[in-house]
C-alpha cells in the first residue's frame, strides 16, 4: 500500500465517523465537567474521535525521532437495558526513520488493533469493562508492523470520586499466524489519574508500560514511562473538543527504545 493510498483510506475513514456521529448527537448538551469525566472514561456510553500523536524522542542507535498518529475512534453499542459494548479501534499512522537503508523515512499505516468491552450499563462506584482485542498486519510496510495476526484480552477497572477520575486498563495480546518471523507476546498496562479542575481545565498522568515477553533479555523488555501533562474541555462552534498536552520519560526501555515522548491530543466528543 503506498503512502497516498494510506492516506486516502485513514481520510475516509475518519468521514465515515464523524457523519455518524454527527447523526448520533441529540440535542441535550451536557456539562464541561461531565464531558471531561466521559472522555477520560475508556468504557464510557460516548461516541468519541481522539486523534492522538505520540512523538518518540532517541530511538535507535542514532538517536532520531518516531512520530505515530493515533487515530482512535470509540464507539459504544446498546447490547441490552443492562449491558453495553464499547468498541475502541487505534489506526496508526507512522513516520520513523527507514531502520534497513539507514537513509530518510518512511510514513505509512501501522497494524491496527480493535478492543470490544463489555460493560455495565448501569454502573455502581466501580465501573469496569472486559473483552477481546484483536491485533490486525495492515501496515502498509513490513518495517511499520508485525506482520502476524494477534488475539487477547482486555480488562479496565475505574472509579470517579469527586474531581477524581482513577483507573487502570491492562491487556495482552499473542500472535496467532502471519508471516512475520517474531512471534508477539506484548503486555500493555495505562494505569491513569486525572483531577479536574474549574473552568474545564484538568491534570493528567496516563503513561503506558509494555512489557514484550518475547524479548532474549529482562532488560530489552519492559518500557516504563512517568509524566504527566494537563487538558481543556472547550467548543469549537458546537462542537466539544477534549485538548490535552503530556510528556513521558522513559525510566527503562529497550536499548534502542525511545527516551522520552511528547503526546499531544485533540478529542472529538459527541455526546446523546
Do not use: H
Not at 51 to 74: A, C, R
Not at 147 to 167: D, Q, T, Y
Not at 261 to 266: E, F, K
Amino acid at each position: 500500500m503506498t503512502t497516498k493510498k494510506t492516506k486516502n483510506l485513514v481520510s475516509l475513514f475518519t468521514l465515515i465517523i464523524f457523519l455518524s456521529a454527527n447523526s448520533y448527537v441529540s440535542a441535550e448538551p451536557k456539562s464541561n465537567a461531565d464531558l471531561a469525566k466521559a472522555a477520560q472514561n475508556p468504557v464510557a456510553s460516548m461516541i468519541s474521535l481522539p486523534f492522538q500523536n505520540n512523538t518518540n524522542f532517541g530511538i535507535g542507535p542514532n538517536d532520531e525521532t518516531q512520530n505515530m498518529l493515533n487515530i482512535q475512534p470509540v464507539w459504544p453499542v446498546s447490547l441490552s437495558s443492562d449491558w453495553n459494548l464499547i468498541t475502541r479501534t487505534i489506526v496508526p499512522v507512522i513516520t520513523q526513520p527507514d531502520i534497513f537503508t539507514n537513509d530518510g523515512q518512511i510514513t505509512g499505516l501501522g497494524d491496527i488493533t480493535f478492543t470490544a468491552f463489555v460493560s455495565p450499563a448501569k454502573s455502581g462506584k466501580l465501573i469496569w469493562g472486559v473483552g477481546p482485542v484483536f491485533l490486525l498486519p495492515t501496515a502498509s510496510d513490513k518495517t511499520l508492523g508485525a506482520e502476524k495476526w494477534g488475539v487477547g484480552a482486555s480488562f479496565v477497572v475505574l472509579a470517579m470520586p469527586g474531581n477524581w477520575v482513577v483507573g487502570s486498563l491492562i491487556s495482552n495480546v499473542w500472535s496467532v499466524g502471519g508471516s512475520g518471523n517474531q512471534d508477539i507476546n506484548l503486555f500493555t498496562w495505562q494505569y491513569f489519574i486525572n483531577y479536574n479542575l474549574p473552568d474545564s481545565w484538568y491534570l493528567t498522568t496516563a503513561p503506558i508500560l509494555t512489557a514484550n515477553w518475547e524479548a532474549d533479555s529482562y532488560g530489552d523488555r519492559w518500557t516504563v514511562p512517568f509524566g504527566g501533562g494537563g487538558g481543556k474541555i472547550f467548543k469549537i462552534g458546537k462542537q466539544p473538543v477534549n485538548a490535552q498536552v503530556s510528556a513521558y520519560k522513559n525510566v527503562q526501555t529497550p536499548e534502542f527504545g525511545p527516551d522520552w515522548q511528547l503526546r499531544v491530543q485533540l478529542q472529538f466528543l459527541f455526546p446523546k
